[in-house]
């Protein structure tokens, strides 16, 4: 969880620029946890057993890690930081978002902060007991045609950390009797 006494959220350029140069340009950044409420955790993540639920069984169990992220989850109650990383540095603690905010082009780079103006990417581990609803992610063509943005995936699933199946391994396909045309549609 997040000791807030330690973080640094307004002009994080003077830290930044200490952790950068201690760092020899590299950011230590901070486990970032997300609970999803309709799944179940599958226990890979190396989470203690009392953390699983941090966030409140309403949240649901943290089945992700999230690594390298500016951006927020997408979950209903989430807490304020949920999904972002945080850079850590002699105690202190600070949003990368911010410091990618501040200085965009030594955090990341030239190449991708003039093209988008953040760091638009992140990396996370899955870790679920069961399968995943199906779903799907649009290209960046179909997307911008209501306003949102793509996401492209790829997956990796570490040996070292899926040494276990679970308990199904298996995506359904298709729609629940009743679905009507208009609800596919929306």
Known sequence: MLAEENLVSDNVSGILDSALDAGEGL?????????RS??????R???????????GADRGGIDERWFGSTTEAANEGRVWHEGLSFCSFEG?????????????????????????DRWPIYSKFFDNMGPIPHHMHQR?????????????????????YNNV????????MGLE???TKAQVRK
């Open 45 to 55: 993540l190396r989470l203690h057993a009392d953390d699983l639920y941090a966030y």
């Open 92 to 116: 202190k603690t600070f949003l990368l978002r911010d410091a990618v905010s501040e200085a965009g082009s030594r955090v990341i780079g030239s190449t991708i902060y003039d093209k988008y």
């Open 140 to 160: 960046f063509e179909d997307a911008e045609l209501v306003g949102q943005e793509g996401k492209p995936e790829s997956y990796y699933f570490a040996p070292q």
């Open 165 to 172: 199946d679970n308990n199904f391994s298996y995506t359904f």
């Open 177 to 179: 009797p009743g679905t």
């Open 38 to 43: 309709f799944l179940h955790p599958g226990r």
């Open 27 to 35: 950011l230590r950044l901070t486990p970032t946890w997300v609970p």
